[in-house]
């Protein structure tokens, strides 16, 4: 929940290295596909449903991607990965304002607590204040955790689990063709036959204007 609520409501995600135009030289393009290309990948597997999922990607130059906004630097903005990448984003953003409302009611609650305890301790005539308010905030930052929830839940959902795959998973094609470059620039990523091809990667969501 708390790597969910710092996606969310965390700073705006950070781009990779500046990409070559295609019209650079292609020593230069070739280098930057060798330090973005992918390298790496790490999968999980739903036992449910048989279903794959890529969760972070590893490049070429040792960065580790878990957001695939970050890629959007790296491709063109009409790619599979670009529209995944911005799919994924516009999830996050539906999680956001829960996580937003949970964190400031838990932190709220736990405020409570922590005054309440000190009152407490305190042993004076303030005892028994204290303790109303130890109890009142346990029951505000309790409440705080369902908002937390259902921000945690659509932020590592289905949809978001959807196009992270997919970006991953389209990323180094969209590459090649950001670059104009190919697979013979000296390798293709160790876990291609995971990631392409596959019936369980879903289809590009559609072009926006």
Partial sequence: MLAALGMGCGPAH?????????TAPLADRQRAFQDLRPVHSSRDE?????????????????????DPQV??????PSSPTARYARSYGEVLAKARPWLGVGATVVGTGAGMMIYGLGAFASHDRYSNAGLLSF??????ALLGLI???????????ASADKARTGAFASYQQSLEQRLDVDDTADGRTTDDEDVEGRSDVPSPPSRRD
Avoid: C, F, H, Q
Avoid at 71 to 76: G, I, M
């Fill in 14 to 22: 950070m781009g990779l290295r500046p990409v070559p135009e295609k």
């Fill in 46 to 66: 739903s036992g449910s449903t048989g279903r794959r999922s890529l969760t972070w990607l590893e490049l070429g130059d040792g960065t580790r991607v878990e």
């Fill in 147 to 157: 908002p937390s929830v259902v921000g945690a839940a659509i932020a590592n959902g």
């Fill in 135 to 140: 109890v009142v905030g346990a029951g505000v």
């Fill in 71 to 76: 890629l959007l630097t790296a491709v063109d």
